[in-house]
T-cell receptor, first 114, second 120 residues
């Protein structure tokens, strides 16, 4: 079975500051890794995903994440946040093989203030 | 192009009533997923369709929950004899192909806006 841990339920940050949202996972099999964003009253939108290859993955809206296999982590970073980045961020995994259901973390609410 | 759509956007029902939630996936997407988002449980997988068949129903919480997909397109999630703990946002997602023997792993899942179900 797979599990995902997002230790920070809420991260407050000032506009134009850097931010890192942490994600750790546990799995007995190899997994793919995803970050999704959910804006208020909207569905989930894919930010980025790691399938294979370079461990640094760049996504939309200036976000990037680095896969660290030894630490089983996939932290999300942005060098300079905007007010519009205020949203809920979910880390998720799916198995390499078999059915591709996503297993999500509990989410991190990013609060960007002026 | 059109994304995943879900209807209704909001549903309020009384305890014990049956409800049907509808999902229209992106055209051409063969894989369809239902998830539930609730305060207590977070985001949980419910069921996966590949075409019209459901090879993974492992997330359905009880036999009051069922789902079907017809014509490889529209899917309906039915909850019978609703309980207050069924209150949640029900999200549908689709991907070009799923996993398993017929799929391509790692396909992006595109989510609909969800149906907010409130059971009084």
């Amino acid at each position: 079975a797979q599990s995902v841990t997002q230790l920070d339920s809420q991260v407050p940050v000032f506009e134009e500051a850097p931010v890192e949202l942490r994600c750790n996972y546990s799995s007995s099999v190899s997994v793919y890794l995803f970050w999704y964003v959910q804006y208020p009253n909207q569905g989930l939108q894919l930010l980025l995903k790691y399938l294979s290859g370079s461990t640094l993955v760049k996504g939309i809206n200036g976000f990037e994440a680095e896969f660290n296999k030894s630490q089983t982590s996939f932290h999300l970073r942005k060098p300079s946040v905007h007010i519009s980045d205020t949203a809920e961020y979910f880390c998720a995994v799916s198995r390499w093989s078999g059915f591709q259901k996503l297993v999500f973390g509990t989410g991190t609410r990013l609060l960007v203030s002026p | 192009g059109a994304g995943v759509s879900q209807s209704p956007s909001n549903k309020v029902t009384e305890k014990g009533k049956d409800v049907e939630l509808r999902c229209d996936p992106i055209s051409g997407h063969t894989a369809l997923y239902w998830y539930r988002q609730s305060l207590g449980q977070g985001l949980e997988f419910l069921i996966y369709f590949q075409g019209n068949s459901a090879p993974d129903k492992s997330g359905l919480p009880s036999d009051r929950f069922s789902a079907e997909r017809t014509g490889g397109s529209v899917s309906t999630l039915t909850i019978q004899r609703t309980q207050q703990e069924d209150s949640a946002v029900y999200l549908c997602a689709s991907s070009l192909r799923g996993g398993g023997t017929s799929g391509r792993p790692g396909d992006t899942q595109y989510f609909g806006p969800g149906t907010r179900l409130t059971v009084l």
